[in-house]
């Protein structure tokens, strides 16, 4: 069965820098691009960006550019999201998917909760 | 490019049939078949229940289906379950490289 495990919870203060992995199993981690997307506290999901393992290719929307990070490691099979310079506003869940199927996210992570607060 | 737009909230009886709206532009939702809905409860991952507009994955109850039509997608859930009570997200490829994908905004099923 296909799994996605992130990493732990995080608390953070505004300006610090936050590395979230995600390690996944069952599947060549080659394959799939691996999606991360973010959940504010009671606002929709909103993609962040994406990376293909196979090439470290990497995608990001407009709105985290040049804040966050998206890297791969196939030694480990592991997807990293980096975010710096925190701010209240990062305060969200933060889930890897990967993308088997083009627009499709079918396997997700659990979730990873980044608070922000000084 | 914005968000999808949803309604916030949507509501039925055990039994009946409900369906979600998801508005997009000729950009992504009307230029690609693309669209996919995941079922999301509180603390959970999200799970993929339609993909491709109208596909369901292995699994996927068949009271899940999907439709697309200009626009607007839709999600419609038939013989409605305590247990599909969730969040629901519409989601569409949007094909460029700053924007692989888009959400909606999102919409809460109560199930009364």
């Avoid at chain 1, 060549?28 to 504010?40: E, G, K, L, N, S």
């Avoid at chain 2, 994955?57 to 419609?76: I, M, Q």
Wanted: with cysteine; glycine share 10%.
């Amino acid at each position: 069965e296909v799994q996605l495990v992130q990493s732990g919870a995080e608390v953070k203060k505004p300006g610090a820098t936050v590395k979230i992995s995600c390690k996944v199993s069952a599947y060549t981690f080659t394959d799939y691009y691996i999606h991360w997307v973010q959940q504010a506290p009671g606002k929709g999901l909103e993609w962040m960006g994406l990376v293909d393992p196979e090439d470290d290719e990497t995608m990001y929307a407009e709105k985290f550019q040049g804040r966050v990070t998206i890297t791969a490691d196939t030694s480990t099979d592991t997807a990293y999201m980096e975010v710096s310079s925190l701010r209240s506003e990062d305060t969200a869940v933060y889930y890897c998917a990967t993308e088997p199927k083009r627009g499709a996210l079918d396997h997700w992570g659990q979730g990873t909760l980044v608070t922000v607060s000084s | 490019q914005s968000a999808l737009t949803q309604p916030a909230s949507v509501s039925g009886s055990p039994g009946q049939s409900i369906t979600i709206s998801c508005t997009g532009t000729s950009s992504d939702v009307g230029n690609y078949n693309l669209v996919s809905w995941y079922q999301h409860h509180p603390g959970k991952a999200p799970k993929l229940m339609i993909y491709e507009v109208n596909k369901r994955p292995s699994g996927v109850s068949d009271r899940f289906s999907g439709s697309k039509s200009g626009n607007t997608a839709s999600l419609t859930i038939s013989g409605l379950q305590a247990e599909d009570e969730a969040d629901y997200h519409c989601c569409s490829y949007a094909g460029t490289t700053t924007l692989r994908v888009v959400f909606g905004g999102g919409t809460k099923l109560t199930v009364l």
